[in-house]
C-alpha cells in the first residue's frame, strides 16, 4: 500500500481555532455595545457623544430612583412613635435632582463650548469651568439635603441618647434617619470631601482627562498626516523625476550619436535624417523633464509626436523595425499624464523588438474603449503592440518602469486608470493604458479642473 502523503497545508481556521479569548468583530460591537461604548466612537464632548453618554446614563438614574422610591414607601408605612423622627422624601428627591445634574449639566455646557469651536486654550479653559460649575451646582444642591434635615432634627435629649445607645445594642432595625447629638454634625466635613470627590468622578473629570488626551491625539494625527502627504508628495516628485530622466537614457543617446557619426561617414544623409529626429524627441521631451512639478498632465498630441520622434530615431538605427502610430483627431487634445505612453514604447523597444531576430514591428494606437464597470461610460485606451520576444526574454510585466506607470496612475486617477500587459496572438505583447476621458483644455485652463 502506497504511504499517502501528509497534508501541506491548512485552513486558517484550522491553524486558528475560534477561542473565547478573540475579539469582537467592530461591526458586531458598533450592534451589541452599549451608548457608552457608542459614545467612545465620536469626539468627547461633542453633540452625538453627549447624546449617547446621556443614554448609558438612564439605567444608573432609573436604578437609583427605584431604590429611593422604594425607601420612601418602607418609610411611608412605619410607624413612628417621635414626631420629631424625619422621613427624607424631601432629601431624596433633592439627591437625586443633585446627582441628575452632576452628569449632565456640566457635559452639557462643555458641548455648548465646543459647539463654537474656539480656539485650543480658550476651548479647554471653557469646558473645564462648564465642567466646574455642574459639579459646584451638584455639590451644593446635595449639601441643601443635608441642611434639610439638620433643620429638622432638634436636639436630643437624655433619654433619647439612651434609648438610641439601648437600641443600637439589639437586632431591631428601624427605617429612618436618627442623630444622637449636635456634636455628630461636626463629622460632616469628611462627608463633604467624600461627596466632592464622587460628584468630581461623576461631574466629567474623568471625560475631560479623555478630552484633552484625545485632542493631543487628534493634533498628533493631523500632523502625522500632513507627514505623510508631504513624504507622498515628495516620493511623487522623485517618482516623476526618476520616469521622466529614465526616458533618456545613456545607452539610447549614446547609441543614437554613434549612429549618427557612422551615418555622416557612409550616408550623410541618413545622418542628418537621424539628428532631426533626435531634435523633434528631444523638442517634445526636455520641456516636460524641466517641469517644475505642475506639469501633472499633458495632450495626447504631444505624446504622440515624442512617440513619432523616438521611433524615428530607432528606425534609423534598426532599419528592420517598422511602426505604425494612430490617433483619431478628436483624442489628440486628450489629457494624459506625460512621457507614460513613450515609457511603454521603450519598454518594447528595449525588451521585444531588440532581443529578437529579423523584421519587426510596433503599432502605438489611442482609441476609446466602453469601461467594463459603467455601461455607458468610456475610457481612453493608449496601447502599444509589438511582435518581439513576448514574456520569454526578460519582460516579466514587473519592471521598475512598469511598477513607476502602475504607481503614477493611482495616485493620479485613485483605481480609475490601469495599466494592462497580455500576449498577442500572433506573438509579442500589447500593454494598454486605460484612463478617464478628459479634455487637455479643460484640465490646463485652470487648477479647479478634475481629471
Known amino acids: 500500500m502506497l504511504n499517502q502523503p501528509a497534508p501541506t497545508s491548512m485552513s486558517s481556521l484550522e491553524k486558528k481555532p475560534v477561542t473565547s479569548d478573540q475579539p469582537l468583530p467592530g461591526k458586531l460591537i458598533d450592534k451589541l455595545g452599549s451608548w457608552s461604548v457608542k459614545a467612545q466612537h465620536y469626539p468627547v464632548f461633542s453633540q452625538t457623544w453627549f447624546r449617547y453618554r446621556a443614554l448609558s446614563f438612564t439605567a444608573p438614574l432609573g436604578v437609583l430612583g427605584l431604590i429611593m422610591l422604594t425607601i420612601s414607601i418602607f418609610v411611608a408605612n412605619e410607624k413612628v412613635a417621635s414626631p420629631d423622627s424625619v422621613k427624607p422624601y424631601i432629601m431624596f428627591l433633592v439627591l437625586y435632582l443633585g446627582i441628575s445634574l452632576n452628569l449632565l449639566a456640566g457635559r452639557w455646557l462643555a458641548t455648548q463650548v465646543r459647539k463654537k469651536q474656539w480656539q485650543k486654550k480658550r476651548e479647554i479653559l471653557g469646558i473645564a469651568s462648564s465642567l466646574v460649575f455642574g459639579i459646584v451646582l451638584s455639590l451644593i444642591i446635595v449639601e441643601s439635603a443635608d441642611r434639610f434635615v439638620d433643620k429638622t432634627l432638634k436636639k436630643s435629649s437624655p433619654e433619647t441618647k439612651e434609648r438610641v445607645h439601648q437600641l443600637s445594642k439589639t437586632n431591631e432595625v428601624k427605617v429612618g434617619v436618627i442623630i444622637a447629638d449636635e456634636e455628630e454634625h461636626k463629622l460632616n466635613i469628611p462627608n463633604i470631601v467624600l461627596w466632592i ?3 468630581s468622578w461623576w461631574g466629567g473629570v474623568l471625560d475631560f482627562r479623555t478630552y484633552l488626551k484625545q485632542r ?31 526616458q533618456v537614457e545613456p545607452h539610447f543617446l549614446f547609441n543614437t550619436l554613434s549612429g549618427v557619426r557612422a551615418a555622416m561617414l557612409s550616408d550623410p544623409a541618413r545622418g542628418v535624417a537621424i539628428i532631426d529626429h533626435l531634435v523633434d524627441y528631444l523638442r517634445s521631451t526636455i520641456p516636460q523633464m524641466r517641469s517644475d512639478g505642475n506639469l501633472m498632465l499633458t495632450s495626447v498630441a504631444n505624446q504622440f509626436d515624442s512617440v513619432r520622434a523616438y521611433l524615428g530615431v530607432i528606425h534609423m538605427r534598426i532599419p528592420r523595425l517598422s511602426f505604425n502610430v494612430e ?14 505612453l513613450i515609457s511603454l514604447v521603450e519598454n518594447a523597444v528595449k525588451h521585444g523588438i531588440e532581443p529578437k531576430k529579423g523584421a519587426v514591428q510596433i503599432t502605438v494606437r489611442a482609441r476609446k474603449i466602453k469601461a467594463s464597470d459603467l455601461a455607458n461610460a468610456e475610457q481612453l485606451c493608449l496601447s502599444v503592440e509589438d511582435n518581439g520576444v513576448g514574456f520569454g526574454h526578460s519582460n516579466s510585466g514587473s519592471g521598475i518602469g512598469l511598477s513607476n506607470i502602475r504607481e503614477r496612475l493611482k495616485h493620479l486617477y485613485a483605481g480609475d486608470a490601469s495599466l494592462e500587459l497580455s500576449m498577442r496572438e500572433e506573438g509579442g ?7 478617464p476621458i478628459s479634455r487637455y483644455d479643460e484640465y490646463s485652463s485652470g487648477p479647479n479642473n478634475k481629471i
Not at 493634533?219 to 516620493?235: G, L, M, P, V
Open 216 to 246: 493631543r491625539e487628534l493634533e498628533e494625527a493631523s500632523i502625522q498626516e500632513k507627514i505623510d502627504q508631504y513624504k507622498n508628495e515628495r516620493n511623487q516628485a522623485q517618482m516623476r523625476l526618476s520616469v521622466l530622466a529614465s
Open 429 to 435: 505583447i500589447e500593454a494598454r493604458i486605460l484612463l
Open 327 to 340: 490617433c483619431p483627431t478628436e483624442l489628440l487634445d486628450c489629457a494624459v499624464p506625460p512621457l507614460m
Open 197 to 199: 470627590f464622587l460628584l
